[in-house]
């Protein structure tokens, strides 16, 4: 069984080895991939599509695919020859390959425009002296004399690159679990944050999904509730008589209370006397 994995090529850099020496390795970004659909019986073909990276908006069509997940940017099929072990919504990335596999990237190459068979054959090219002026990255004669044309697959100059490439037998330097990159010696197709796929021999180990993940999967899932508004009606009774004949007996015991203060306070006031002239007054 073979184990594989989308990622996006980052950049190129060096490693040095235990031994002193310097390997060039390619940093390449791969996983978490979502198994997006198992294809068996009923396609006429076993194989797993799996889903990777973000996209902000898709076509309706592809969103009701994706039903329950979120927006992937690249979905890529994988045939395999038992897909029992695949469920849709399994996640898996970098921890399921080892330092030392040997792989097999897959990837775009750069686009590099019009070149001439110098540069896309690799034709030498003319002599520079000897009567060859201007003439020495040149293609020459193209041997069709008798028949007046131009023969089918005749190697000339033309569009260059952004073709599918396939580079075998890379071998896998260092692995980062936790910023989910491996360290692949060499050079691999394609320019950067392009889209790779990597292939080796083994099986794969699934792994829970991201809590970011999930948790946008989980909003995406739960539908608006609607909020109806309860409408409650407050009823207001009528007092009885015998809390009216309490309120204005109330209202009567507090008239008075007032008119008694007021009483009160008309009231003159004794002149309290020093107590030196009491003591006279007792001696007398």
Do not use: W
């Not at 309490?246 to 015991?253: I, L, P, S």
Request: charge should be positive; include cysteine.
């Amino acid at each position: 069984m073979a184990k594989f994995i989308l990622g996006k090529k980052l950049n190129m850099t060096q490693i040095f080895a235990e031994d002193g020496r310097v390997v060039p390795v390619t940093v390449v970004e791969a996983g978490p991939c979502t198994v997006v659909q198992v294809k068996g019986e009923k396609d006429g073909y076993t194989a797993v599509q799996v889903g990777y990276g973000d996209k902000r908006k898709v076509n309706k069509p592809l969103a009701g695919h994706l039903k329950g997940f979120s927006n992937f940017r690249y979905l890529k099929e994988f045939r395999v020859e038992n897909p029992d072990s695949f469920e849709r919504g399994k996640v898996f990335d970098v921890s399921s390959f080892a330092v030392g596999d040997v792989l097999k990237v897959t990837a775009t190459s750069k686009g590099k425009g019009f070149q001439g068979v110098v540069k896309r054959h690799g034709f030498h090219g003319s002599p520079a002296t000897h009567g060859h002026k201007d003439q020495l990255r040149m293609p020459g004669s193209i041997g069709a004399t008798d028949a007046a044309r131009v023969f089918k697959g005749t190697r000339m100059g033309g569009r260059m690159g952004g073709d599918q490439v396939s580079v075998s037998n890379l071998e896998l330097i260092k692995i980062d679990t936790d910023k989910n990159l491996l360290y692949i010696k060499g050079a691999v197709p394609g320019a950067r944050n392009s889209l790779v796929t990597l292939l080796t021999e083994g099986e794969i180990s699934f792994v829970e999904k991201p809590k970011a993940q999930s948790e946008a999967e989980g909003k995406k899932e739960e539908p608006k509730k609607e909020e109806k508004k309860v409408e409650t009606e407050v009823k207001v009774e009528a007092p009885s008589k015998d809390e009216k004949v309490k309120e204005e007996k109330k209202v009567e015991a507090k008239v008075e209370d007032k008119k008694e203060d007021s009483a009160k306070a008309e009231e003159p006031k004794e002149d309290k006397k020093p107590e030196a002239d009491k003591k006279e007054e007792d001696k007398k």
